[in-house]
């Protein structure tokens, strides 16, 4: 209850921060940042840094979700516009939504809405739901990536493979990035049977017109399978932890 009522406060406290983590695509001639994905923090008075595992579902249980998804818009869509003023904006953001806001009609034009009165564009942002809140309500879910999308915004299928999405599922959403859950790439290269999950999956993906990121990656061994596979995105603590913006400013500042 307590850490409910300081939840709610925790914005206009100055509390909470978006960190921000890169996303890589792998080319020949080096490896560019395409996007950032934004990841909230709290700093709490006492308890320190609380986790957004524990926060977020404390936020969907009662209801605070809403006000801290459009404190993230606000915030991504402020950070966005400095670095449009200093021509460094990344081509993407990414902004987490949780499963329980995947199923309010209503949610896209409340996204779009916050973005453009924040003064920002829609087609800066992604938007990332995970393939089991995707599967919840399948018909206001796609509902909601099909408005979305319709207003130039990326949609990215989060932590994919834990799911159990169909094909024929997976063909109506209107996504453009596809993302490999931690779990399929902690043990690669060595363990055979992820390394197939991992190829059947980038190859489901591309069969549908949809690009790859790897999630988690953090060796040269994952790094150098994935590319070989031809996994066109890369994220994980090899090529960059979550930053501040600051620090994240002076990353894309030194890449431009
Ligand atoms: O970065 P970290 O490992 O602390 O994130 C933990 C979890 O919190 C991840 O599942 C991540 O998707 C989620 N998360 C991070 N930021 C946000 C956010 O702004 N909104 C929502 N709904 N989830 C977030
Ligand atoms: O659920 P989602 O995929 O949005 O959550 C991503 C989470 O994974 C974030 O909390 C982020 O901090 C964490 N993360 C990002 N890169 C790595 C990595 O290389 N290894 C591990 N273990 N976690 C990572
Ligand atoms: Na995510
Ligand atoms: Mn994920």
């Given at each position: 209850i307590r850490l409910e009522q300081e939840l709610k406060l925790a914005a206009e406290r100055g509390q909470l921060q978006l960190h921000y983590q890169s996303q890589f695509s792998l080319t020949p001639q080096g490896n560019i940042i395409t996007g950032v994905e934004s990841l909230i923090r709290w700093h709490h008075p006492e308890l320190g840094m609380v986790s957004p595992a524990e926060f977020i579902p404390l936020a969907e249980e009662t209801g605070l979700i809403r006000p801290v998804t459009e404190w993230v818009i606000s915030e991504a869509s402020r950070q966005a516009i400095i670095w449009e003023q200093e021509s460094i904006r990344p081509a993407r953001i990414s902004i987490n939504i949780s499963a329980v806001e995947l199923m309010q009609q209503g949610l896209a034009e409340q996204i779009v809405t916050h973005i453009v009165n924040a003064?920002?564009?829609?087609?800066?942002f992604e938007i990332e739901v995970t393939e089991t809140a995707a599967m919840n309500q399948p018909d206001t879910a796609i509902d909601i990536m099909t408005s979305l999308a319709a207003q130039g915004i990326y949609i990215a299928i989060d932590d994919f493979g834990t799911g159990y999405s169909s094909l024929a599922y997976l063909k109506r959403l209107p996504a453009q990035h596809l993302k490999i859950d931690i779990a399929f790439i902690r043990d690669l290269p060595n363990n055979a049977e992820d390394a197939v999950i991992v190829r059947t999956i980038i190859a489901m993906a591309h069969s549908l017109g949809l690009k790859v990121v790897a999630e988690g990656v953090e060796t040269h061994e994952q790094l150098q399978f994935l590319r070989q596979e031809g996994c066109d995105m890369i994220q994980g603590y090899l090529l960059g932890k979550p930053l501040t913006a600051e620090a994240t400013s002076a990353l894309l500042r030194s890449r431009t």
């Open positions: 003064g920002a564009s829609p087609d800066w």
